[in-house]
């Protein structure tokens, strides 16, 4: 039986730094840290599949996070699954709805971060250490509302690989910021499953699962080199698709 996930463990907690401004898309972007060297022979998220035993013994003993299993469906609710089982409708739509409202060029202006086919084989995880990182929304969440198309300003992302092997991403700095475990999926992606915290105010993340409006389900796809994307259908806030770029 899965249990209620965590991130608040020890470990995750120092990766959550104080928040920058994040309500001005297009602003002038934030200087972000040097990048760590590429950790060397860091094995893939290798966390066994959940035994009975296993369930019952101590999150620590299984040295893994969210359940400690590496199969997101095990994680994951139906609801949010689903979401990525959209994932073709939502790139359409929400590619449509932004140029429809006159941000063609700026969403042609993207290349290959924009282009539904551009996720690349190989070489899937990014490296433990930090990242530059920007998000990209197309498309309305509700009709009538927001903007089709909000830029935002670089930022500050990292990504750690815990004891237990779980890989974690973390959106640092800004109003908006992720954290979340990467699972292994396909050869050419895989699937994140996190949360959202929101303000200055929020010094933590909540733990998948306990606030459903701030879940987070996605892909990751290398789309260069040295760059990933990381892909939310149908956010719970905003937009119809968001896009994190990553880059060192």
Do not use: H
């Not at 690349?120 to 995880?125: E, H, I, V």
């Amino acid at each position: 039986m899965r249990r209620t996930p965590t991130f608040f463990a020890p470990l995750l907690l120092g990766f959550a730094v104080s928040a920058c401004g994040e309500n001005s898309p297009g602003s002038r972007a934030e200087t972000s840290p040097a990048v760590s060297a590429p950790a060397k022979g860091v094995p893939p998220r290798v966390a066994p599949p959940a035994t009975a035993a296993a369930a019952a013994a101590p999150s620590a003993a299984q040295g893994g996070l969210q359940g400690g299993s590496d199969d997101w469906r095990q994680v994951a609710s139906a609801a949010d699954a689903s979401l990525l089982g959209r994932l073709d409708q939502a790139w359409r739509m929400a590619r449509a709805e932004a140029e429809a409202a006159g941000f063609a060029s700026e969403v042609e202006a993207l290349g290959p971060l924009v282009d539904p086919n551009a996720a690349l084989p190989d070489r899937l995880q990014p490296p433990p250490g930090t990242y530059r990182c920007r998000t990209i929304k197309l498309g309305r969440r509700g009709e009538g509302t927001g903007l089709a198309y909000v830029d935002y300003p670089w930022f500050a992302c990292s990504v750690e690989t815990t004891p237990g092997g779980d890989l974690v991403l973390t959106k640092t700095t800004g109003s908006q910021r992720t954290q979340g475990l990467l699972y292994p999926d396909t050869d050419r992606r895989l699937v994140y499953i996190g949360a959202q915290a929101l303000s200055d105010a929020e010094t933590g993340f909540p733990a998948y699962g306990d606030r459903p409006e701030r879940d987070q389900v996605g892909v990751l796809e290398r789309i260069g080199q040295s760059r990933w994307r990381l892909v939310l259908p149908w956010p719970k806030q905003e937009a119809k698709l968001e896009l994190l770029e990553i880059r060192t």
